[in-house]
Structure formats: structure tokens, C-alpha cells
């Protein structure tokens, strides 16, 4: 018999070698690609219920449905449109078409903003709890980051004291969110305006993540945008939140600073080059007619608070609850025995109601509650999630 042939085994070269270290996981998109998609409920969804294509459109006017579906599929600006870049414009006070780039969803603007201005020698702020991508992606770059923890004591209050006593002679940027992913915290103005302008006394650049703005519970709270209030600040939004519209994967920055923009374009011509067309133009519908889609998702939010207010009150000696003072999630306490990761895992499994637990918002820079949960109520008909969630409260008792 003769012997085995041996493959052809590694050649002279390297070889393809370790991974090198990446980013970590992202752990809320690691928990949703396993129960987004799968469970029956999803109650903790961070988008207004969406429209159909159709729905959008009957937005616009004849012309721009007729030259929707004669759209021709090349590609389009880096920049982003002329016509949704005109559109975002007029959305803030000041600003010109130039001031505006835009991306693929919000993410990818805070991939680039973060990476592009926070590396080894820079330090950054960044509000906790938060949406992961805007300490990961700092820390990941390299730069040094405090988190100033938003008090949970007093309904999730933004502490500029904190905030001032974070700021180091390197402090390149101040990065927050409201309304607040996930507390649904929005501060009064008087506060918003004091951080702008510790922000400028300090030369600082506030970059401010405003995509749940159009959401508050009550109108007359909505905050100037970031960009409209300083030269140096940096306002992202995208038409995934508030207007509802994740699926166009349409972001954008805004801010007076063009060298910035600049940059930024740059760097875009590595990732995406440019925005899906068609999704620019029905974005650029979407941005015009923003008052007519946020008094429509507020209203779904308005009819839904009653039935979560409901089922809190049902269940009171479990869970302590306060709606969004803007957005469409909330944190709430879990008091149950068996805590809050338990109960999330043991509800999606048993009922396929899914929530995110706190586990999810574990920060390296600060304690986040470990009893909370992210819910949301944003969706249209929330009834048969809170049935489901009622049968499986009343099958436990609290213990
Ligand atoms: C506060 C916040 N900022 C940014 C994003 C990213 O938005 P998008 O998924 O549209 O890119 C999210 C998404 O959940 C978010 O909650």
C-alpha cells in the first residue's frame, strides 16, 4: 500500500495569521440577530411604527410619485442629494445645504465622526447609559472616555456639574443623546442651553445624537438642535427614529463646522461612497413633510401610554414605571426575585415577548442599573404583547 499523499500543506508565505482584535461585540445587535426577527412580540423596537412605500409617497406631490418610478438606479452624490440635503437644511434654523452630509443610518455617521475625532491623545465625554456605539467606538480609537451616569434618582437627569468636572484640557468632544436611548430622558432647556455653552467656554465640540427629536411627550419640550446653537457642534440624525423610516438607511451630520464635512466626505468614500437613491428621494419626501410623520408617530405613542400605564399600575409590586419624557423606549425597574436577565430570557422563550434587559447596557465607564429593562412604545398595537406579558407576570408570582 503506498503511503498517503500529503496535501499540499501551508506555502513559504505568512499565512493567513490571527484576527487581529477588532471591535467588541455590539450587544444589543448580537441579542437582536437571534429574537428580532424571531420572536413573536417585539416590545422593545427603538423605531416609530413605519409607513409602506406607498404610505410615503401619497406624502409627496404627483410629480415626485411619477419621477419616483422613473428614477433611474446610478449612483448618487457622496454629499447626499441636492434635494434632501435642501430639505434637511430647512429642518434647522440656520443652516445651508452645505452644511449637511449624508450617510448610510446614523451608524455609520457615528462610525466616522468617532473614529476620525477621538484616537490615542484625545478624551472624550460620553452620557451613560447610552446606545453602545458612542463609547465603543472611542474606546476602540484609542481615545481616553468618561462617562458622566445620567441620575436615575431623579428622572434620569442630565448633571452638568458632572459633566464639567469630566472635561480635561484634551476633552475634543462631549458626545450625548436626547431624547434618551433608553431612559427616554430629554433635559429642560435651561440645561441644554447651560451645556452648550460650557461646551463653548471650554472649547469643546458637542456632538449630539438627536434622533429621537420630533418624539416628545409634550411638543413644547423639543430642544434647539445642537448644530443651530454653536459653530463647532455636530448634530446627527437619521429618518430611522422618529420618523420611523429605518429601512431607507438614511443619516446625516449637520453642523456650520464644512472642514469637518470635509474630512468626514473623505472618509465616507471608503465605506458606503454614497446613499441608496432611491432612498434619498423618498428621505427628502420624509424630511419635508417631518411635522405631518412625527404628529403621526406621536400620536400612536400618545394612544399606546395608556396601556403601558395600565399594566404597570396591574402590576405594581413588580415593576416600577415612568413613560418617555421624548422617544419611544423607556427603562423601567424589574423588582422580581429572580431579576431582570432571568425575566427577559424567560418571557422571550416562554411567551416570545422580547425586551432587552440591562445586561445590554452594561458600560465600561459607569454602573448602569442592573435592573432595568428597555421597552418600547413606539408600535402600533401593543395589546397582544402586554397580554402575553400579563399571562406570564400572573403565571410567577413575584417571589
Ligand atoms: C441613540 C441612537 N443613535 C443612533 C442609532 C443608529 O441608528 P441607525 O440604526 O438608523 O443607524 C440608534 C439605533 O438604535 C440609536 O438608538
Known amino acids: 500500500m503506498s503511503p498517503p499523499t500529503p496535501g499540499p500543506g501551508p506555502g513559504p508565505g505568512p499565512g493567513p495569521g490571527p484576527a487581529r482584535p477588532t471591535l467588541p461585540p455590539f450587544r444589543l445587535e448580537v441579542y437582536f440577530s437571534r429574537w428580532e426577527f424571531t420572536a413573536r412580540h417585539h416590545l422593545t423596537a427603538s423605531d416609530a411604527q413605519t409607513m409602506t412605500i406607498s404610505q410615503l409617497l401619497a406624502l409627496g406631490t404627483d410629480d415626485e410619485r411619477a419621477a419616483f418610478d422613473e428614477l433611474p438606479l446610478g449612483y448618487v452624490e457622496t454629499w447626499g442629494t441636492p434635494r434632501l440635503r435642501e430639505a434637511i437644511a430647512a429642518s434647522y434654523d440656520t443652516l445651508e445645504p452645505d452644511d449637511v452630509l449624508t450617510f448610510a443610518g446614523a451608524d455609520e455617521a457615528l462610525y466616522w465622526m468617532l473614529q476620525v475625532f477621538a484616537g490615542p491623545g484625545d478624551h472624550v465625554v460620553v452620557t451613560v447609559p447610552n446606545y453602545q456605539a458612542i463609547e465603543t467606538l472611542p474606546l476602540a480609537a484609542g481615545a481616553r472616555v468618561t462617562g458622566v451616569l445620567l441620575d436615575e434618582r431623579d428622572g434620569w437627569r442630565l448633571d452638568l456639574d458632572a459633566v464639567r468636572a469630566a472635561l480635561r484640557p484634551r476633552t475634543r468632544l462631549v458626545v450625548v443623546n436626547f431624547p434618551n436611548n433608553p431612559t427616554g430622558a430629554l433635559p429642560d432647556r435651561a440645561t441644554w442651553l447651560a451645556l452648550v455653552e460650557l461646551c463653548q467656554e471650554r472649547g469643546v465640540r458637542l456632538f449630539s445624537d438627536e434622533v429621537y427629536r420630533g418624539l416628545e411627550l409634550d ?14 457642534a455636530v448634530s446627527l440624525n437619521v429618518l430611522s427614529k422618529a420618523y420611523g423610516l429605518p429601512g431607507l438607511r438614511v443619516g446625516w451630520l449637520a453642523t456650520r463646522d464644512r472642514d469637518l464635512l470635509r474630512t468626514l466626505e473623505g472618509h465616507k468614500h471608503y465605506t458606503t461612497i454614497c446613499n441608496a437613491g432611491p432612498s434619498e428621494f423618498l428621505g427628502a419626501i420624509a424630511v419635508r413633510e417631518r411635522e405631518r410623520v412625527w404628529a403621526r408617530n406621536r400620536a400612536i405613542i400618545a394612544d399606546n401610554l395608556p396601556r403601558f400605564d395600565a399594566f404597570f399600575a396591574r402590576h405594581a409590586g413588580r415593576f416600577e414605571w415612568a413613560p418617555p419624557q421624548g422617544g419611544c423606549v423607556a427603562f423601567p425597574r424589574y423588582l422580581g426575585a429572580d431579576g431582570v436577565e432571568a425575566f427577559c430570557r424567560d418571557l422571550v422563550e ?7 434587559p440591562a445586561g445590554i447596557y452594561t458600560s465600561q465607564l459607569a454602573t448602569v442599573p442592573g435592573d432595568r429593562f428597555r421597552i418600547g412604545v413606539g408600535r402600533r398595537d401593543p395589546g397582544p404583547a402586554l397580554a402575553a406579558m400579563d399571562r406570564f407576570v400572573a403565571a410567577r408570582p413575584a417571589g
Not at 224 to 229: F, G, K, T
Open 219 to 232: 411638543p413644547a419640550r423639543t430642544l434647539p438642535q445642537a448644530a443651530d446653537l454653536a459653530p463647532s
Open 350 to 356: 416562554t411567551e416570545g415577548v422580547l425586551l432587552l
